[in-house]
């Protein structure tokens, strides 16, 4: 009966979702009680409703632990599914990254929200696939994972939003999203694709808004042509800046605002070497983020 319950339970919850198995375990609460008050014994009236609510805690426990073990495996089919893409883009590069265009905004509490727009030509017939790598400057604990939100959509010739783009994303470790981007289908040979990634990770930028040094690095396992990363910072604050990577050339860096006058880091590179880690390492000033966070 208990099996038979759990497998209801976890069928109900799947096609009703979480308020209607609320809904149910009342309706079922409920009955107890008119049962009780129809054979019109108090004491059976309080062992209905005990074994009611028995019988749904016991298969609310079991099929909370199921579902958990269910999160675990696909969590594990999500890693090994940005492994193999992953050794797959080592075997055979397939596109050249045209344009890479990231602005990251950064919130006073270190949250960051990143708009990304990527143009890339396939270099096959059979791209199916891009993978790519967040990471922040912390190991950030487990439960910010659930907290990560990302989108990507198409962009059509003419720079208008197409349909959207499915994602699997995977935590190879703590701080650091795996995300695998799949195309609807292979595009064509030499022609060029766009698309665009939209990110909002909480606390993304811990170290930075606490006072402590933040990198923000680009790093290509992939020919790229040009990428540009522009960082918005908090609301009326600033920054000491120093260059991360040796690039002699192809490298620029430049301080800014934004319409908004908040401070703007911009980084460009223009043909970076393929696996070389380029960026930038932040710390805002003192007595600017002791007064953003007044």
């Known amino acids: 009966m208990l099996r038979d319950t759990i497998l209801f339970l976890e069928e109900f919850l799947h096609s009703r979702g979480a308020p209607a198995v609320a809904q149910a375990v009342v309706g079922i609460m409920s009955f107890a009680v008119l049962l009780g008050a129809i054979l019109g014994s108090t004491a059976i009236k309080s062992g209905a409703l005990v074994a009611a609510v028995l019988l749904v805690t016991i298969a609310g426990i079991a099929l909370v632990t199921s579902r958990r073990g269910d999160r675990r495996e696909l969590a594990t089919q999500q890693e090994l599914l940005s492994r193999y893409c992953n050794q797959l883009d080592k075997t055979r590069p397939g596109y050249q990254i045209l344009e890479w265009k990231e602005t990251t905004v950064i919130g006073d509490r270190g949250d960051a929200r990143t708009s990304l727009t990527v143009k890339l030509r396939p270099l096959g017939t059979d791209l199916l696939f891009v993978r790519m790598k967040f990471g922040c400057g912390w190991p950030q604990p487990t439960k910010y994972r659930r907290q990560v939100r990302m989108t990507v959509r198409n962009l059509l010739v003419d720079g208008s939003p197409g ?44 170290p930075l808004a606490e006072g402590a040094p933040d990198e923000f690095t680009l790093m290509f396992a992939q020919p790229v042509t040009h990428a540009v990363h522009r960082i918005v910072l908090p609301e009326g604050t600033d920054v000491y800046l120093e260059p991360i990577g040796q690039l002699d050339k192809g490298y620029d860096l430049q301080k800014g605002q934004d319409d908004t006058n908040r401070r703007t880091i911009t980084m460009e590179l223009f043909d970076p070497p393929v696996r070389h880690r380029a960026g930038i390492r932040l710390e805002l000033k003192k007595e600017q983020r002791a007064a953003s966070h007044l």
Do not use: N, Y
Request: charged residues 25%; contains cysteine; proline residues 9%.
């Open 163 to 206: 349909t959207t783009l499915h994602k699997t994303l995977s935590w190879p470790k703590d701080g650091t999203l795996a995300a695998v981007i799949h195309f609807h289908e292979p595009p064509r040979v030499d022609s060029e694709i766009s698309f665009v990634v939209e990110l909002d990770w909480p606390r993304k930028c811990l």
